[in-house]
T-cell receptor, first 117, second 116 residues
Framework: DTGVSQNPRHKITKRGQNVTFRCDPI?????LYWYRQTLGQGPEFLTY????????KSRLLSDRFSAERPKGSFSTLEIQRTEQGDSAMYLC???????????????FGPGTRLTVL | AQTVTQSQPEMSVQEAETVTLSCTYD???????LFWYKQPPSRQMILVIR??????QNATENRFSVNFQKAAKSFSLKISDSQLGDTAMYFC?????????????FGEGTQLTVNP
């Protein structure tokens, strides 16, 4: 069990460019979550997947954002036409709902820090 | 919608002493879970302790314990015998039992510094 991994760890891009982040959850975890954390704030929910199905999206997830989880394994988060306001840490978490109850703990990855110039 | 509030942006404590971090929340659900997460500088978030709302007994994990007051919607974290490694950002979070996809709602965080 190697934990949740995210790549890249840091991304610097120019406004208007597209960026894509990857998250590899803990193996056999059926749920995968994306959160966004701006400096000095707590994480905010963006979206989550149950296996390959994207079941919920926050209103924070504008049309420029798209997430996928093909085959229910890793996930990608793409931001098109980046804006300076997109600068944040993007966190991925995974959990195993088959354990039920509070055992449905979310394990977080180290995050991808995006800076839009 | 659920909200979580942490009113202490920063706290400091001397090594080996005890510190309490405050958290209040608001939810319309009767079944939910509460969590404290720790985020050390440049490191990933880890779970410190969790409390199930239907359990009256306060959760304890080694030096970490909570004071859960359901009626007051208060959920404070007590750290005993503080260690330098406890220096981190601490987030209080709430998760409704099976609604909202089990998303976590976080507070703004409290930066805790343990001084030698």
């Amino acid at each position: 069990d190697t934990g949740v991994s995210q790549n890249p760890r840091h991304k610097i891009t120019k406004r208007g460019q597209n960026v894509t982040f990857r998250c590899d959850p803990i193996s056999e975890h059926n749920r995968l979550y994306w959160y966004r954390q701006t400096l000095g704030q707590g994480p905010e929910f963006l979206t989550y997947f149950q296996n390959e199905a994207q079941l919920e999206k926050s209103r924070l997830l504008s049309d420029r954002f798209s997430a996928e989880r093909p085959k229910g394994s890793f996930s990608t988060l793409e931001i098109q036409r980046t804006e300076q306001g997109d600068s944040a840490m993007y966190l991925c978490a995974s959990s195993n709902t088959q354990r039920g109850g509070a055992g449905n703990e979310q394990f977080f990855g180290p995050g991808t820090r995006l800076t839009v110039l | 919608a659920q909200t979580v509030t942490q009113s202490q942006p920063e706290m400091s404590v001397q090594e080996a002493e005890t510190v309490t971090l405050s958290c209040t929340y608001d939810t319309s659900e009767n079944n939910y879970y509460l969590f404290w997460y720790k985020q050390p500088p440049s490191r990933q978030m880890i779970l410190v302790i969790r409390q199930e709302a239907y359990k009256q007994q306060n959760a304890t994990e080694n030096r970490f314990s909570v004071n859960f007051q359901k009626a007051a919607k208060s959920f404070s974290l007590k750290i005993s015998d503080s260690q330098l490694g406890d220096t981190a950002m601490y987030f209080c979070a709430e998760r409704e039992k099976e609604t909202s996809g089990s998303r976590l709602t976080f507070g703004e965080g409290t930066q805790l510094t343990v001084n030698p």
